[in-house]
């Protein structure tokens, strides 16, 4: 066959794709890299399947439409880095093959150039050693061989024979992949789908996504244990579509180097109508925020990679009936409300237990959150003084581990705490900082009155809004805003420069963002003011000062 028409070239796509999903717990055994989560495999398989879906039915003959709908489908289902680095690709691929009806060697091998250029330079900061690196080399190749290897089996043959040579050299070139005896994940992806293709212009039948496939027996696994999950730098693998808004600069450079500054793996990519993001961050949060600013936003996909490894250490020592190794430290943090279990878990909690004020949790249930804790020592996080005695009784309790209570009265002591928390020091020395960092927090609160009352011979009137500093009552009026200011104001008299007000579930977002506005302009540029969602019950605002 001297040149391929788009009927032929979708269905040796298809056949590529059926030959991933087929061997997609293979590649996820590989992955180690950029974070050795285990889904690359699967991510690059999804990605695939949505434009498998796409053109399945295609009639059409032109290979420029096939590879364009191929192209377009990719980048809106493009999940991973890895499903984001294909999409580009064949989007290369696509642009390549503009306005043809068939290609021929020479034309693909343009194409696949076209393919490696683009995902080049999509990737802000593009590793060797990586699927990468296993097309641009298979696609050098391509270039150099097309005009003398007319036959489109020769040169696919030749495709996937430099695919293998470049994966088998990846180790060579990324020492993480050395360290841990396996070949890129993403490479063997690639080549798996470049086999897939190959066989259907060999053979004319598909690879059936059910049929087993022992072409790749003698891949190493990886061992993911080599990886400390603490040691994975940014946490979240966030992705998204942002919808262009068609009145409004994409101004992308300028976005590219904000994510660069919050996270790595980036990639970035534009087309008429949307740009499809890729990061791995620590403020999933703040991406999704500066995203908006450019259109809205769809397919908002956010996975927890550090969760994703601990799981695959899971499995992989349950395989070798061996238990998950544990870590040196844990810890174990009190609150109520979604937002600030979140601000919790991300600041590096292993367990958000559910209470506070009013809703205090037993010692049971800390002390099953301590057993959910796979560490050799246990920091606890009570936040609340009625929940320390509870916390120190776990101390008693727990068999095998060292339990160190940190006796955090507040919140935001308790995000002290997280902050003055070192995971490379010794107990004695974390105790020390996250107790110093606790000391330099100042915290307030308000709250309603639930019923009439008097305090050292002040009335207070059911429903009237109570502000307190350090449990000590510092205002009571009508005015929930006004209070809040006073509290905050009183709490800065003693030199504090940034306050954060955390706002609960019963305080209305548009109160919140007025009260952030007069507390900024009362006490001006000296003071750094925040306000974030807290979620919390009983309390409109929690107030920390430091």
């Known amino acids: 066959m001297l040149s391929l028409d788009g009927n032929y070239f979708k269905n040796m796509f298809v056949c590529g794709a059926n030959n991933l999903n087929i061997n997609k717990t293979m590649i996820n055994r590989l992955n180690v890299f950029p974070v050795p989560d285990g889904d690359t495999g699967s991510n690059m398989w999804l990605t695939m ?175 993911f244990s080599f990886v400390e999950t603490e040691d994975i730098k940014f946490g979240y693998c966030t992705e998204f579509l942002i919808n262009k808004a068609q009145d409004k600069e994409e101004r992308l450079a300028e976005f590219k180097t904000f994510l660069n500054d919050i996270g790595d793996s980036i990639v970035v990519v534009s087309d008429d109508a949307i740009i499809k993001v890729h990061v791995h961050t620590n403020n999933p949060g703040s991406v999704i925020e500066e995203a908006l600013k450019r259109g809205t936003l769809s397919k908002i996909k956010i996975e927890n990679m550090r969760e994703q490894h601990t799981h695959q250490l899971e499995i992989s020592a349950e395989a070798e009936k061996l ?121 307030g609160s308000v709250t309603y009155a639930d019923r009439d009352s008097v305090y050292f011979e002040k009335e207070i009137k059911k429903g009237e809004f109570l502000a307190l500093s350090e449990g000590e009552l510092i205002d009571v009026s009508a005015d929930r805003v006004e209070t809040t200011v006073k509290l905050i104001t009183g709490m800065c008299k003693n030199g504090a420069g940034l306050v954060t007000i955390y706002y609960g579930k019963d305080a209305p977002k548009e109160e919140s963002e007025a009260l952030l506005s007069v507390c900024r302009e009362r006490l001006g540029d000296d003071v750094e003011v925040n306000i974030v969602y807290g979620g919390q019950p009983v309390y409109y605002y929690i107030i920390s000062a430091e």
């Open 49 to 223: 399947s949505v434009a498998v879906n796409a053109v399945k039915n295609s009639e059409d003959e032109d290979i420029s439409a096939v590879s364009e709908k191929i192209a377009a489908a990719l980048l809106r289902g493009a999940r991973g880095n890895s499903g984001v680095i294909l999409s580009l690709m064949f989007r290369g691929i696509a642009q390549g093959l503009k306005g043809i009806k068939s290609a021929d060697a020479p034309a693909m091998a343009a194409a696949f150039g076209l393919g490696v250029e683009m995902a080049y330079k999509a990737v802000m900061k593009p590793t060797e050693g990586t699927m990468l690196t296993v097309a641009r080399l298979s696609a050098e190749h391509l270039k150099r061989i097309a005009p003398s290897t007319g036959e489109m089996e020769a040169f696919f043959g030749q495709l996937t024979e430099k695919a293998d040579e470049a994966l088998k050299a990846t180790p060579d070139m990324l020492p993480v992949l050395k360290q841990a005896n396996v070949v890129d994940a993403g490479g063997m992806g690639l080549l798996v789908i470049y086999r897939g293709m190959l066989h259907y212009l060999l053979n004319g039948t598909m690879i059936e996504s059910a049929e087993p496939n022992d072409s790749y027996d003698e891949i190493n696994e990886a061992d």
């Open 323 to 443: 238990p998950t190794p544990r870590k040196p430290y844990g810890i174990v943090a009190v609150c109520a409300g979604e937002g600030l279990k979140g601000i919790f878990e991300d600041m590096g909690a292993d367990v958000v237990v559910d209470g506070g004020q009013t809703m205090n949790p037993s010692t049971d249930d800390i002390l099953k959150a301590v057993n959910d804790t796979n560490s050799e020592v246990v920091f606890i996080l009570p936040n609340n003084k009625n929940i320390i005695m509870s916390a120190k009784q776990t101390a008693e309790l727990a068999k095998d581990k060292r339990i160190e209570v940190i006796e955090t009265k507040t919140v935001p002591q308790g995000i002290g705490a997280m902050l003055g928390f070192d995971a490379d020091s010794t107990v004695e020395d974390n105790i020390a900082g996250m107790t110093e960092s606790v000391s330099a927090v100042t915290s």
